[in-house]
């Protein structure tokens, strides 16, 4: 019996769900909807001197890849698995699809977060 | 008997469109669909550190995507998706945590989903007043 | 109500392997009584209309396990389950869900009787004892530790009701990780170690994705989704931490 590795997934997936279930909707609407129609917050808040100083600062630049590289981990997970409910077994090819673009993605992010400085 | 054919033939039947089968299997698949609004919304993410990365131009460019009404539209999607998935988290979440005792009894799963739910609003709440304190 | 004159239809999906090459329907109209289970209407069809309908059966009170099958697509226990709540409909029959099917409604368990025998489902001690020793002592607080766990009666319902082990019949499944956790949870036992490389496996807990829906027709409530689940934090905690803690329970 071969062990699975899939423990690593499986726990990217646990907590970019808790994370996504937690706060994920706050987070769309506040980026999505209340500060860019300028309703609930101010539109202001996405000009690009504030963007900029919270991306600068150590915080919400950690904020910003803990979000960005676990809301990619879980999703693909399910959607990997999901791919296997509906008959796609692709196997090797499906997972180093979806795990892949996860990691590209985190890679992007961190790469564009320290680009910001 | 052996004339018309093996005593045994045991029938495999086809997993083919299994979860269009139950209500419970679609439901299933319409919350493991929530994946793909998580990915979009990391998606949308990543573009907008990607131009904020680039400069005021790329970044301005982008914000008036953002502000476009057909693109608050589709967050208003993400949103109802999201909201979906923080609903079937915690409603799963009994099912996947051990026996937690307290005054001597199981906590039931009714109040370990509405526990979830009830932390959800109220880190949302937070959330949603540290972005207010910052824009401000 | 019970006027004896209510007659339903019961439609068998029948598999003769000497006959058919794949299963076909077949329906029986059955007289019923209000307190007539399926398992009567497929008795009545046995006795009085078709002796060549085969399914399993035994105590006909929810303990024995032998009757379940898909009720309407819904894995049952066809004792547990009544004709008057299907009429005036009729009611679909078919062997469960997810296993070959051998002949109607007896499905091929070897598969999960491989499982079984696989987890150790009996209580390994410690070190070997003497009946002289007398009996094993535990506290009812011990013992409520699986008491739920220790209800299962091998139905399989909740392999029916599992896709994954539908999709791949390698997943270890939802109703040998409940025993397999209820030995594990037994003070008297020490086994553990020996069976946590099954949980561990490729075969093992990680083919769960939490659909849920074997806790929802388990008949004796044992919720094996639980045991699945709580075993999958087991199970990492002991990847990740295997290099850490001198005793991992992997080789």
Request: charged residues 20%.
């Given at each position: 019996m071969k062990r699975s590795n899939a423990p690593i997934f499986w726990a990217l997936f646990g907590a970019g769900g808790m994370l996504s279930a937690l706060i994920g909707a706050v987070l769309v609407f506040i980026t999505g909807i209340a500060a860019p129609s300028g309703t609930f917050l101010p539109r202001e808040m996405l000009s690009y001197s504030n963007v900029l100083a919270f991306s600068q600062h150590w915080a919400g630049k950690g904020f910003l890849f803990i979000i960005i590289a676990l809301f990619l981990w879980h999703s693909v997970h399910r959607i990997f698995h999901t791919l296997h409910d509906i008959g796609i077994h692709a196997g090797t090819g499906a997972k180093l699809i979806c795990y892949g673009s996860a990691l590209t993605g985190t890679l992007a992010a961190a790469y564009a977060l320290l680009r910001i400085g | 008997m052996s004339a018309r054919g093996p005593a045994r033939r045991p029938f495999v039947r086809s997993m083919?469109?299994?979860?269009?089968?139950?209500p419970y299997f679609i439901e299933y698949m319409v919350h493991e669909g929530t994946a793909l609004f998580v990915a979009a919304y990391a998606l949308i993410l990543l573009i907008s550190i990607t131009c904020l990365a680039r400069g005021e131009a790329a970044w301005n460019q982008w914000l008036a995507v953002l502000t476009n009404p057909l693109c608050i539209f589709v967050h208003v999607l993400l949103l109802v998706g999201f909201l979906y998935h923080t609903w079937t988290w915690f409603n799963i979440m009994p099912r996947t945590l051990p026996p937690i005792i307290m005054n001597g009894a199981r906590v039931t799963a009714a109040t370990i989903t509405r526990t979830g739910l009830a932390a959800a609003l109220i880190a949302s709440l937070i959330i949603f007043i540290i972005a207010a304190s910052l824009a401000s | 109500m019970n006027t004896g004159n209510k007659v339903i239809t019961i439609e068998v999906l029948r598999y003769r392997p000497e006959q058919d090459t794949a299963p076909v329907a077949q329906e029986y109209i059955v007289p019923f009584t209000d307190d007539m289970s399926v398992l009567q209407g497929l008795q009545y069809i046995k006795d009085e209309l078709d002796g060549t309908l085969s399914f399993r059966w035994s105590?006909?009170?929810?303990?024995?396990?032998?009757?379940g099958m898909m009720i309407d697509s819904v894995p049952k226990l066809a004792c547990q389950t009544f004709l008057r709540d299907f009429y005036p409909n009729t009611v679909r029959v078919e062997a469960l869900a997810h296993f070959p099917i051998e002949r109607d409604l007896v499905i091929v368990m070897d598969d999960f009787m491989e499982k079984l025998d696989s987890i150790k489902p009996y209580i390994i001690p410690e070190k070997p004892r003497a009946l002289s020793e007398g009996e094993y002592l535990q506290t009812p607080a011990e013992r409520d530790l699986y008491e739920q766990f220790s209800?299962?009666?091998?139905?399989l319902l909740c392999y029916a009701a599992c896709p994954q082990y539908g999709l791949n019949s390698n997943f270890i499944g939802p109703g040998a990780m409940a025993l397999l956790h209820r030995y594990n949870l037994d003070n008297r036992d020490s086994g553990k170690e020996q069976r946590m490389p099954l949980v561990h496996a490729e075969e093992g807990v990680f083919n769960c994705t939490a659909v849920g829906y074997c806790s929802e027709v388990c008949p004796k409530k044992v919720d094996p989704a639980n045991a699945v689940n709580i075993n999958k934090t087991e199970s990492a905690s002991d990847y990740f931490l295997r290099f850490v803690t001198p005793k991992g329970a992997c080789k």
């Open positions: - | 083919e469109g299994w979860w269009r089968k139950n | 105590c006909r009170m929810a303990i024995c396990g032998s009757c209800s299962c009666i091998n139905c």
